[in-house]
């Protein structure tokens, strides 16, 4: 047999390959014609701009809270408290990576941030973030510094003043519970404050509550069912450092008012 002849059998055997895997493929790929993703993928749940812009927020946010450091990353019209950057260079973050995501709708998430600092602390911080349709992404205030990953949420709705003859009692319960949530290590602290059945984690002293200084509600009314943002200062002892928060609590009252949510906030 020639060198011609094995050359032209090698290659209708190399086309028939090809065949044969482009067949594969299609069957892979299904009507679409993209190939399947994995188990994995699907459940990340988020786009990688979106997680690079809120890991990027949160390192800011860390190295230096202040309303100027953060207006480049912040949405048009939202609202900021004021903070102060730690001292001796920054919060130090060592890594930080997404690691919930909980979709709001009409572009709208709520991104848990785990942030390693260098101290081997590690501070969760739910970002609000809102999505264009052209890929752009911002953050929609302040984060909450929360536990662990969990549930965080938005309401649309503008706060307004709290209503009626329980705003003081309200009031008194968020400070009382914001206190004992930062403070205490053990989640049997706080359930004087929660209602039955519920269980929150508290943050176990790795920050001070420095204050709380508005406490609004969403939505009107006088109803024994509240959503309120709460807008505070947490310290960091380790570092000096002051951040600017927001946190989403559902409240209901029985005998007395009682926390039954508490949630990161878009305000």
Known sequence: ???RSLARGFGRVAIWA???LLLV?????????????SPHDAAVGIDPPSAAFAVRFARAYLADP????????????ARMGAGRPPGDGGALVAQAEVTEVKELGDGRAVLTVACELRDARTLFLAVPIARASRGEVAALGAPSIVAAPGPAG??????????????SAIQALVEDFLSAYVASSEAADLAYFLAPSVEVQPLGGAL?????????????????????LVAARL?????GATYPVVYRLGLVRRDRWYVRAIKGAVA
């Open 208 to 228: 001070g509550l420095a204050a709380v200084s508005q406490v609004e509600q969403l939505g009107s009314g006088e109803g024994a069912r509240r959503e309120v």
């Open 66 to 77: 202040s309303p100027t450091a953060l207006a480049p990353f912040l949405a048009e019209g």
């Open 18 to 20: 090809v065949i044969a």
């Open 235 to 239: 310290n960091d002892p380790a570092t």
């Open 154 to 167: 938005a309401d649309p709705e503008r706060p307004q003043p709290l209503a009626g003859p329980d705003a």
């Open 25 to 37: 493929r299609g069957v892979l790929a299904g009507p679409s014609g993209e190939t399947s993703a």
């Open 1 to 3: 047999m020639s060198v």
